[in-house]
């Protein structure tokens, strides 16, 4: 758990780590994947996390975890918090930055993702801290302003991923990619699953 001061306000905020099966054998620094969870897994307890998203299969696919190389950090919102608020975008970003001082992670190779609430969170965390990532995956996303995001995330690689029928989530990821494509100076990937909705 991290506790972070934002202006006047003390932002306490837990989270999940995770160390790959090599983590303590092998000294090769290791990307981080930071996973950032949807509406209805917030809370305060982690148990919500691990719902949607890498945790869970982690927690009950002993093949999947044997194989997952990343340095995980998945954080939580509390009940009446969102990702999209500037305190709580600035307390993502000092929980990566202690993760990165703490245990020997690759700072060239820090990914970004989450789902619904948190593919806005994953753009807004990009756009609040756009040098601390490599890559984003927002699953799933409404729109989040577009052309400065197109500016603010230059070099960073972009896989926009949504579901072919899922209203303005749909149209939101489409806005996204259409702005950002071509103009950012690294890959940035599209994928709609046609007929799905916000699943």
């Avoid at 209805?40 to 002993?62: A, C, K, Q, S, Y």
Wanted: with cysteine; glycine share 12%; net charge neutral.
């Amino acid at each position: 758990r991290i506790e972070h001061k934002v202006g006047d306000k003390t932002i306490k905020m837990p989270y999940l780590l995770y160390l790959p099966p090599d983590y303590e054998t092998d000294k090769t620094p290791k990307a981080v994947l930071v996973f950032l969870h949807g509406v209805g897994e917030r809370g305060t307890n982690l148990e919500g996390v691990f719902g949607w998203g890498p945790d869970g299969h982690i927690r009950n696919n002993p093949s999947f975890k044997a194989r997952y190389p990343f340095i995980g950090v998945s954080p939580q919102c509390d009940t009446n918090s969102r990702w999209e608020q500037p305190e709580i975008c600035k307390t993502v970003v000092a929980i990566i930055d202690e993760v990165l001082r703490t245990y020997n992670a690759d700072k060239s190779r820090v990914c970004l993702t989450g789902l619904s609430m948190g593919g806005r969170g994953t753009w807004e965390v990009a756009l609040e801290a756009p040098d601390r990532f490599a890559a984003i995956a927002p699953i799933s996303s409404i729109e989040v302003r577009p052309e400065i995001a197109a500016e603010k995330l230059k070099g960073v690689a972009v896989w926009i991923i949504c579901g072919g029928s899922d209203g303005g989530f749909t149209e939101g990821s489409k806005k996204m990619n259409a702005a950002l494509e071509g103009k950012t100076g690294a890959e940035v990937k599209f994928t709609m699953h046609p007929n799905r909705g916000h699943e």
